[in-house]
């Protein structure tokens, strides 16, 4: 049974930092794509970040510059790193694995930006 488990929650003030772990069991993490989406109320689901089998990288235009994404092989675990925040940013985050047919979803990690 795959799962993917996000970590990292948190209620962080504008400008501030926050990192998200999406630790995968059930699969090898660094055979799929990983990608981070987030939806915000009221708004529909969007792609943040994503990171391919081969290490190439793509983000929302809103958070280049700003957010990072990467994996941890040995820990079957990829990450978001998150800097300067904004209140815009507060959402639900959730991790994401495909390839080909098989997608997989985490239950998503509540991210709030406020002061």
């Known amino acids: 049974q795959v799962q993917l488990v996000e970590s990292g929650v948190g209620l962080v003030q504008p400008g501030g930092s926050l990192r998200l772990a999406c630790a995968a069991s059930?699969?090898?993490?660094?055979?799929?794509?990983a990608a981070w989406y987030r939806q915000a109320p009221g708004e529909q689901r969007e792609l943040v970040a994503l990171?391919?089998?081969?290490?190439?990288?793509n983000y929302k235009d809103s958070v280049k510059g700003r957010f990072s994404i990467s994996r941890d092989n040995a820990k079957n675990t990829v990450y978001l790193q998150m800097n300067s925040l904004k209140p815009e940013d507060t959402a639900v985050y959730y991790c994401?694995?495909?390839?080909?047919?098989?997608?997989?979803w985490g239950l998503g990690t509540q991210v709030t930006v406020s002061s």
């Open positions: 994401n694995a495909y390839l080909l047919a098989s997608k997989y």
């Open positions: 990171l391919t089998t081969a290490g190439g990288t």
């Open positions: 059930g699969i090898i993490f660094n055979r799929y794509i």
